[in-house]
């Protein structure tokens, strides 16, 4: 019987294995796990009494099931391993009676359980035979009690995301003295000090000790003795520890692993790294390691996998590989450097590393080019060479490399074509991306027969013919297609669409394909469609029930969207639609979408009222509407979905006062633009912290600027202009932090930028990715009054301050000039008065001013920066400002002494003195110095006589011979 073994002497059964068969799947088949099938497997209910006939067992393993556990399992007397991994979804306890099976088991799996962070039962301390002891993932709490297992070999413990309750140290680990293997994976070891450390070196037959994920902020730099150098794997990533790396890790000469990835360590890389001469695996990645690394951690003749991505490593590769480019290393099979500083060219010798398998130098500036030797690496299964520097053409060579899985060349300078040559002995490619920021075009055979079927290939800003089109439909396994601004120019027939039954992601932007989508797109795994930036015409296409993204931003569409959208695409997640020519109605039923985050119809003819079950909406986060000719008003369903964070409702026909719920509800909204609307009422008080833009250009709102705007601590553009807004400037806007400080946010969302509009720099400007980087204050064309605040001054990061177009009165802020990076400066048309503060000298990022139609009054301040704008129209109907650029003189520019004082005019007068009298000694020396020397030599009188007649003689020779060439042409013409 399956899963049941007997002795071959006595008959005894002496094994029962139970153990689900889901427990034993690959890593490749998680993928196709069902659960449903999963559950089904499952043996449940009670284990029967009967199990104690089994006089002779000494194995059982019921693990990834569901029973009850049962209270008499401890009277199998002879049971040696006992294995209840997985072995209830709904908790429950551990038998003390497993106590009685003191002298005879050795191992016990309590792992992947649900004990309800229950403590170890002291019972475990009777366990004097236990070798194995495996409670990883289980929510135990950890006891004392386990130093009572002196025979104990294997302690897994990780997992567990439990902290030391019991003691702030781990002092009792000292008494496990032949433990070898010791796993404390997620336990929190923050308030445990070096406990664990020392603990652990009183440990002499360790081999394994894994401690990653434990919070441990502090590591000792040395220690007094070390008893652990029999330790064979090390692991201490993702903690928190800031250090260089310890003395002591050198001395663990027997060390084939070494994992400190994902700490803070720093500094350079200590070159005693080196003396660790068993090493095969060393992890020091996501770090703040600096500088060169030593040679002589490639002197390792045992070396396998070198990972010291994400960090800040210079120099170039032939240094970081040291003695493995000399050969020394037959070994090393993976190669990760990725993510640092590198600056060097791609070395010739790397082709020496004829076991090299992963090579990976994304993100650095790797240049030159691709060596010939590449082909050399015959082992080769990864190359990553994203985002560098490198140029000139990719070598045929590469198409030697016969057990490349995945190829990488995309964000490079590459230039010169890809041909079949290229990829001629790939057979095992199975991913290829490849794109250039210079002319590069792929050219294969539409009858060429690749030697491998890929499954992803990613081709951008290079060119591709029709060739290469009807090559790719060859290509029948792919489930990922990017063919993103490749030039293709011609129509693409429907049956290409059709050629790929087993693709999921399909992104032809950025091209000029004309003609229609096909209507109808039955592809059952397609669920992410990028067709945006073409030339794409006719009515909204039906596609796949299974999309999730659908991207026809910037094409020709046009028609209405269908009614029945939420029927044909239900699990439609992001949708973008905008600028295109489609019109009609939003339909209703697009708020049955309950999986919708992303809405874009920007830029369309859409009219009609929107649609009013917004609470519909769970998982809303953007909703992009402007530019079409909506109206209506905003119904209060709006501020249910407490998920939205972009709200775009700008330059259409939408009237009414604003809901109070959605700036009450969504507490996450991040962006609001509704300019360029029929808006009236007055604003909210109440509207999210997390605001970054805030957009109400051109409505009808009234009434005062509410002080919590003061509040929105990461605004950074407040566009109020062209309203009715009365009353004062709040004097609370030094409390916006994000307009102090001058930082920007991050992107919202890595498929989502938006598009907006404002007023800057005298015009009007659209930004996009570059919205971040950008802080503006506009309370233009309103009814203000009063003064302008001085504690506009504390803005320090304020790029725009447009003020113009309202009734303010009282001086411009003296200290105005702490506005350091302001570009634009628009303060006209208001009833300011008074100078020109001197601080305008310090604003050197200006670019943009006007101070026109006030009553400012006397010298405008002279500075590097203001006699760049020339133009007087800046200073326009203030008739009392004087000076430069204006043709109104200042009264001290005409009359110096009327304005300036005595002092100033002896200073002029000294000045014209000094002048005069350095003409007259020049004048005297110049004369003397030629006449005087010609009166007293008499040799250089008359040489200097018989100069002149020479040149007297040549020049009456030329004016003759000239003028009678003159009369010969004259005559000839008669």
């Known amino acids: 019987m399956e899963g049941i073994s007997c002795n071959n002497l006595t008959g005894h059964v002496v094994k029962m294995d139970l153990s689900n068969a889901y427990y034993s799947i690959s890593y490749e088949e998680w993928e196709l796990w069902d659960e449903v099938a999963y559950r089904r497997s499952l043996l449940r209910g009670k284990i029967n009494p009967s199990l104690l006939s089994l006089k002779h067992l000494n194995y059982l393993d019921l693990s990834w099931n569901d029973f009850e556990l049962p209270q008499f399992i401890g009277q199998l007397r002879s049971l040696r391993y006992l294995n209840l991994s997985a072995f209830s979804s709904y908790g429950g306890v551990i038998p003390e009676s497993i106590g009685n099976l003191s002298s005879c088991l050795k191992t016990l799996d309590l792992s992947n359980n649900y004990f309800d962070g229950i403590r170890i039962p002291e019972f475990f301390g009777q366990l004097k035979s236990l070798q194995f002891l495996d409670m990883s993932y289980s929510s135990f709490e950890i006891t004392s009690n386990l130093a009572n297992l002196s025979d104990l070999i294997y302690l897994d413990l990780g997992g567990n995301f439990w902290s030391i309750k019991t003691s702030k140290n781990l002092n009792w680990f000292s008494q496990l003295s032949f433990l070898k293997y010791l796993n404390l994976q997620s336990l929190d070891l923050s308030r445990a000090g070096d406990s664990w450390l020392l603990a652990a070196n009183m440990l002499p037959s360790l081999l394994e000790l894994h401690l990653s994920f434990?919070?441990?902020?502090?590591?000792?730099?040395?220690?007094?003795?070390?008893?652990?150098?029999?330790?064979?794997?090390?692991?201490?990533?993702?903690?928190?520890?800031?250090?260089?790396?310890?003395?002591?890790?050198?001395?663990?000469?027997?060390?084939?692993?070494?994992?400190?990835?994902?700490?803070?360590?720093?500094?350079?890389?200590?070159?005693?790294?080196?003396?660790?001469?068993?090493?095969?695996?060393?992890?020091?990645?996501?770090?703040?390691?600096?500088?060169?690394?030593?040679?002589?951690?490639?002197?390792?003749?045992?070396?396998?996998?070198?990972?010291?991505?994400?960090?800040?490593?210079?120099?170039?590769?032939?240094?970081?590989?040291?003695?493995?480019?000399?050969?020394?290393?037959?070994?090393?099979?993976?190669?990760?450097?990725?993510?640092?500083?590198?600056?060097?060219?791609?070395?010739?010798?790397?082709?020496?590393?004829?076991?090299?398998?992963?090579?990976?130098?994304?993100?650095?500036?790797?240049?030159?080019?691709?060596?010939?030797?590449?082909?050399?690496?015959?082992?080769?299964?990864?190359?990553?060479?994203?985002?560098?520097?490198?140029?000139?053409?990719?070598?045929?060579?590469?198409?030697?490399?016969?057990?490349?899985?995945?190829?990488?060349?995309?964000?490079?300078?590459?230039?010169?074509?890809?041909?079949?040559?290229?990829?001629?002995?790939?057979?095992?490619?199975?991913?290829?991306?490849?794109?250039?920021?210079?002319?590069?075009?792929?050219?294969?055979?539409?009858?060429?027969?690749?030697?491998?079927?890929?499954?992803?290939?990613?081709?951008?800003?290079?060119?591709?013919?029709?060739?290469?089109?009807?090559?790719?439909?060859?290509?029948?396994?792919?489930?990922?297609?990017?063919?993103?601004?490749?030039?293709?120019?011609?129509?693409?027939?429907?049956?290409?669409?059709?050629?790929?039954?087993?693709?999921?992601?399909?992104?032809?932007?950025?091209?000029?394909?004309?003609?229609?989508?096909?209507?109808?797109?039955?592809?059952?795994?397609?669920?992410?469609?990028?067709?945006?930036?073409?030339?794409?015409?006719?009515?909204?296409?039906?596609?796949?029930?299974?999309?999730?993204?659908?991207?026809?931003?910037?094409?020709?569409?046009?028609?209405?969207?269908?009614?029945?959208?939420?029927?044909?695409?239900?699990?439609?997640?992001?949708?973008?639609?905008?600028?295109?020519?489609?019109?009609?109605?939003?339909?209703?039923?697009?708020?049955?979408?309950?999986?919708?985050?992303?809405?874009?119809?920007?830029?369309?003819?859409?009219?009609?009222?929107?649609?009013?079950?917004?609470?519909?909406?769970?998982?809303?986060?953007?909703?992009?509407?402007?530019?079409?000719?909506?109206?209506?008003?905003?119904?209060?369903?709006?501020?249910?979905?407490?998920?939205?964070?972009?709200?775009?409702?700008?330059?259409?026909?939408?009237?009414?006062?604003l809901p109070s719920l959605i700036f009450e509800n969504c507490t996450r909204l991040k962006s609001v633009d509704l300019g360029s609307n029929r808006f009236t009422g007055s604003l909210p008080s109440k509207i999210s912290s997390e605001l970054f833009i805030l957009r109400l250009r051109s409505n009808f709102f009234s009434g005062h600027i509410p002080h919590e705007l003061c509040l929105l601590s990461m605004l950074h553009v407040l566009d109020l202009g062209d309203n009715n807004f009365s009353g004062t400037i709040p004097k609370c806007l030094k409390e916006m932090y994000s307009l102090v400080e001058s930082f920007s946010n991050v992107s919202y969302y890595d498929s989502y930028f938006e598009q907006i509009t404002l007023m800057s720099k005298g015009t009007e400007l659209t930004y996009n990715k570059t919205i971040f980087f950008v802080n503006i204050i506009d309370l233009s064309s309103n009814n203000l009054e009063g003064e302008i605040p001085e504690e506009v001054s504390s803005l320090a990061g304020l790029g725009t301050l447009n003020l113009s177009r309202n009734h303010l009165s009282g001086q411009i802020p003296s200290k105005i000039g702490n506005l350091r990076w302001l570009e634009t400066l628009d303060l006209s048309h208001n009833h300011l008065s008074g100078p020109i503060p001197q601080s305008f000298s310090t604003l050197t990022s200006l670019s943009h001013l006007n101070l026109s139609y006030n009553n400012l009054a006397g010298r405008i301040p002279s500075s590097t920066q203001l006699t760049t704008l020339v133009d007087s129209s800046i200073y326009e109907a203030n008739p009392l400002l004087c000076g430069v650029p204006l043709a109104t003189k200042c009264s001290g520019d005409s009359t110096p002494a009327a304005l300036d004082g005595k002092d100033d005019k002896d200073e002029d007068d000294n000045e014209k003195l000094v002048f005069y009298g350095s003409i007259v000694f020049g004048f005297i020396i110049g004369f003397w110095g030629v006449c005087g020397a010609l009166l007293i030599k008499k040799s250089w009188r008359y040489a200097y006589f018989q100069f002149f007649d020479k040149i007297k003689d040549q020049v009456a020779l030329r004016i003759a011979l000239t003028v009678a060439r003159w009369h010969r042409r004259r005559s000839l013409l008669v």
């Open 214 to 657: 434990c919070q441990i902020e502090h590591i000792p730099v040395s220690l007094p003795k070390i008893n652990i150098t029999s330790l064979l794997i090390l692991d201490m990533s993702q903690n928190w520890i800031v250090s260089s790396i310890p003395s002591w890790l050198f001395n663990l000469t027997s060390l084939r692993k070494l994992d400190l990835s994902g700490n803070s360590f720093g500094g350079s890389i200590a070159w005693e790294l080196g003396s660790l001469k068993n090493l095969e695996e060393l992890d020091l990645s996501s770090n703040g390691f600096e500088g060169q690394v030593p040679r002589l951690i490639g002197n390792s003749s045992k070396l396998k996998i070198l990972n010291l991505a994400n960090n800040k490593i210079v120099g170039g590769l032939p240094e970081l590989l040291g003695g493995c480019l000399g050969c020394t290393n037959d070994k090393l099979e993976s190669v990760d450097l990725s993510l640092n500083r590198l600056n060097c060219k791609f070395p010739a010798s790397l082709g020496m590393l004829q076991n090299l398998q992963y090579l990976n130098l994304e993100s650095n500036t790797v240049g030159g080019t691709i060596p010939e030797s590449i082909g050399n690496l015959s082992s080769l299964k990864t190359l990553n060479l994203r985002y560098n520097h490198m140029n000139g053409s990719v070598p045929e060579s590469l198409g030697q490399l016969s057990q490349l899985l995945q190829l990488d060349l995309s964000e490079n300078s590459w230039a010169g074509s890809l041909l079949e040559s290229h990829f001629i002995n790939l057979t095992r490619l199975e991913s290829f991306a490849v794109s250039t920021n210079q002319p590069m075009s792929i050219i294969f055979n539409a009858t060429w027969v690749a030697p491998f079927m890929l499954n992803t290939i990613d081709i951008r800003k290079c060119s591709v013919d029709p060739s290469f089109l009807v090559w790719l439909q060859s290509q029948t396994e792919l489930s990922i297609v990017t063919l993103s601004s490749t030039n293709i120019l011609g129509p693409i027939s429907e049956e290409w669409f059709f050629k790929f039954p087993q693709i999921e992601y399909l992104d032809l932007s950025y091209n000029q394909i004309p003609g229609k989508l096909p209507l109808l797109l039955k592809c059952p795994n397609l669920n992410h469609i990028d067709l945006s930036h073409n030339q794409f015409e006719g009515p909204f296409p039906f596609y796949s029930s299974n999309v999730s993204i659908l991207n026809l931003e910037s094409n020709l569409l046009s028609g209405p969207i269908p009614s029945n959208l939420d029927q044909l695409m239900p699990n439609l997640r992001e949708l973008y639609l905008s600028e295109n020519k489609l019109n009609g109605t939003i339909p209703a039923s697009m708020c049955n979408m309950t999986n919708l985050a992303i809405l874009t119809l920007r830029r369309n003819q859409l009219s009609g009222e929107f649609p009013q079950a917004w609470s519909l909406w769970s998982n809303i986060l953007v909703v992009d509407v402007g530019y079409n000719n909506l109206s209506g008003d905003i119904p209060s369903s709006m501020g249910v979905p407490s998920s939205l964070a972009i709200l775009k409702l700008n330059n259409n026909n939408f009237g009414g006062e």
